[in-house]
């Protein structure tokens, strides 16, 4: 995932050819996008309005906008979609989405799920992304961001891997196109429905965080992901509740359950057995209902819980294990994720 994301940075914008093109796009034809010439800007008229007329509102396609840093997993995510049987549309100006829309609502139900990666590739374009997503709330359709996060460190090894600039350093370092990336996208890195941290994910796992997001026939009402991780290597960047178990005594400093998880049993009761773990767990537990009753209003449909300890490895992962049980028992599809398990 993260030397080839680095590396399609160089790729050139192709993204009015894909709306020209549409049949030859690369939905499962195996061509990559970057083979194709780059578009000419000057003279472009197109149209943005969704114009449906006659058109079922059910024949609207379901749209994700791909987005977020260089390097943090883009065209991994792309291709994952592209694989689960989505019309993938790599660096479409963000002008062209609700043309593009427009293009699968009339294609009677042919093209039903259509996913847009948009990135600082466009750069000129990219302003109008905002105005975009305005055009399709107001046409009634259904949207939704994922964003692809990564660290500063993570992102200049990945370009430093594949002796590639970052496609807004100029003169400068990699780190100064990483910062004003961030600063470009820090507006729709807010207005995210799902945000993923690829700092520590290799492409596998990447992969793993899609399927279990965007495989499922019907979409739930929520989905969770519960994640373990250790203070001292860090909060995620990803998470959007952190709950901090440190408060229980360690097992590190029980000398016959050192050497094991939070997935031991004998740990986990350990952990459970001190006072106030269960009755923690009992009322966290009650107010994710709340959270997530408010989540459901709100229309948000994905929730990180990171779950914290010392180093990741005890009362963390125990503790996420319950509370995803817990989850699970109230209807909401569930993930856990153990970040730093092992990493010591």
Not at 91 to 116: D, F
Not at 139 to 164: G, H, P, Q, W, Y
Not at 170 to 175: A, H, S
Not at 221 to 240: H, I, Q
Request: aromatic letters at 6%; hydrophobic letters at 40%; a negative charge.
């Amino acid at each position: 995932m993260t030397e080839s994301d680095a590396r399609d940075e160089e790729r050139p914008a192709q993204g009015q050819e894909a709306l020209e093109g549409t049949q030859e796009a690369h939905k499962g034809t195996g061509e990559d996008p970057a083979e194709q010439e780059a578009p000419q800007e000057d003279g472009a008229q197109v149209g943005t309005g969704i114009e449906t007329a006659g058109v079922p509102d059910t024949a609207i396609p379901e749209l994700v906008i791909i987005s977020g840093m260089s390097g943090a997993g883009r065209s991994t995510a792309a291709k994952c979609l592209e694989d689960l049987g989505w019309f993938v549309v790599d660096n479409l100006p963000p002008a062209l989405i609700p043309t593009m829309v427009e293009l699968g609502a009339r294609s009677q139900g042919n093209v039903a799920r259509i996913a847009v990666v948009v990135d600082v590739r466009g750069r000129r374009f990219f302003d109008n992304l905002r105005e975009s997503l305005a055009d399709l709330e107001s046409k009634s359709v259904t949207r939704r961001i994922v964003f692809l996060e990564s660290s500063d460190e993570a992102l200049v090894r990945r370009f430093e891997s594949v002796r590639r600039p970052h496609p807004l350093q100029g003169d400068g370092r990699i780190v100064d196109g990483i910062d004003a990336e961030r600063e470009l996208l820090r507006e729709l890195r807010g207005d995210a429905d799902l945000v993923i941290d690829t700092s520590s994910l290799n492409v596998h796992e990447l992969r793993a965080k899609m399927d279990a997001q965007f495989a499922g026939e019907e979409e739930p009402e929520l989905r969770a992901t519960v994640m373990s991780f250790g203070f001292k290597y860090g909060l995620p960047v990803d998470a959007d509740l952190v709950v901090d178990m440190r408060f229980l005594p360690n097992p590190h400093w029980v000398p016959e359950l050192r050497p094991f998880t939070g997935l031991n049993e004998e740990v986990a009761a350990y952990v459970f057995n001190q006072p106030g773990a269960k009755e923690f767990l009992d009322h966290y537990a009650e107010l994710l209902q709340l959270i997530a009753a408010g989540y459901r209003r709100e229309g948000k449909r994905y929730v990180t819980i990171a779950v914290g300890c010392t180093g990741g490895k005890h009362r963390s992962v125990a503790t996420s294990e319950k509370l995803a049980a817990r989850l699970v028992s109230q209807g909401v599809e569930t993930v856990v994720v153990h970040r730093d398990m092992g990493r010591e």
